[in-house]
């Protein structure tokens, strides 16, 4: 069984920054492709940003050139670096794999931009 647990949300200005971080319970991260998704009120749940196993990266384009995902395989976690927050980056955040099976999703993390 593998647990997820986020942090680092809060509320933060327009244009202010975060850093979100996800520590997997089990030291398999290596193994995997990750992934950090949100979901805001009254929507569905969306991917905004993988890291292959072998780091590659991709960013949905909404925020793209603002936030950077990154990993510490030794530290079994993964991060979401947010920069240039904006209100509509409003949601509760989420890490878990990319593959078609998920982990359970853990509680995930909110994230509110507002001035």
């Known amino acids: 069984q593998v647990q997820l647990v986020e942090s680092g949300g809060g509320l933060v200005q327009p244009g202010g920054s975060l850093r979100l971080s996800c520590v997997v319970s089990r030291n398999i991260l290596s193994l995997f492709g990750m992934g950090w998704y949100r979901q805001a009120p009254g929507k569905q749940r969306e991917l905004v940003a993988s890291i292959g196993s072998n780091t590659y990266t991709n960013y949905a384009d909404s925020v793209k050139g603002r936030f950077t995902i990154s990993r510490d395989n030794a530290k079994n976690t993964v991060y979401l670096q947010m920069n240039s927050l904006k209100p509509e980056d409003t949601a509760v955040y989420y890490c878990?794999?990319?593959?078609?099976?998920?982990?359970?999703w853990g509680q995930g993390t909110q994230v509110t931009v507002s001035s």
């Open positions: 878990n794999n990319v593959r078609t099976t998920k982990w359970s």
